[in-house]
């Protein structure tokens, strides 16, 4: 029952950031909580909720506009939390990535881009409801919208899957910062890949949650830090940015604090860049 997954506990205000956000700043990766709704087999479980209310803390706290919700693994290809956050939230602050099956009727694909969806997300790692090897049909589903793939798999394995990259004709995310785990220099032949990806046009790549991945931890996040700067240098027209919250990939203790989450991007980014990443790639990736 929905009752036995306990409301949010996790801290959701605290200091400012000191990176100011500029206005129509947006979150382009969070994950919604909500009552109701329960984890689904082959998925994690949920630790607790992230509502919409929780969320609007966090957003308020970080001087956020708008926001992309990431369908999460514990609900696999069941969306309705997602679309019910997206409705709380309104079209004019808030877009959906969500998990499109093969053989997910287009009526249906058609109705969730009514409702906001404008992504379909690959996870090429444990617990991901859709993977690489589907991701060919699923392109196919979604072209017609003009939505694009958000893929996200171990970038130490990046020589596994850039076939099947070079094979997407849509716009696709290279997401989490590539999440080599464990990092990679920047000098590293994988993350020369990348840049060639995006260096065809139809790629972005998302710097998020680099707590997952690195080895020298917060607040700057130097080995995945080395790795973001280089992409943004060589493409700061591609890149994005989200949160990742509520974080429930990592255990209570490794819990990041989301005004750094924000603050990397003083180090990673001219204030110039900044605003590409927080609000002009966005805006023309997703409709804003």
Known sequence: MS?????????????????AAPSGATDCHIHMYLPGYRAQPGGPPIPELATVADYRQVQRRLSLERVVLTQPNAYQCDNRALLEALAQLGPHAARGVAAVAPDTPSTELEAW??????????????????????MPAVERLVRPLGWHLMVQFNGRYLDDYLAALHGIESEYI?????????????????????????????????????????????????????????????????????????????PRAQYPDDAEQLDVLLDWASPEVRRKILVDNPAALYGF
């Open 3 to 19: 009752e036995t997954i306990p409301d949010n506990t996790r801290p959701l205000d605290g200091p400012a950031p000191a990176l």
């Open 174 to 250: 290279i997401d989490h910062i590539g999440k080599f785990m464990d990092p990679v220099t920047a000098d590293d032949p994988r993350v020369e890949a990348i840049l060639r990806l995006l260096d065809r046009g139809n790629a972005w790549f998302k710097i998020c949650a680099g707590y997952e991945a690195s080895l020298t931890g917060g607040p700057r996040y130097e080995d995945v830090g080395a790795i973001a700067k280089r992409v943004i240098a060589h493409a700061p027209e591609r890149i994005l940015w989200g949160s990742n919250w509520p974080h429930v990939g990592v």
């Open 113 to 134: 881009h009514e409702q906001g969806v404008r992504g379909a997300r690959i996870m090429n790692l444990p617990g991901g409801a859709v993977t690489i090897a589907d």
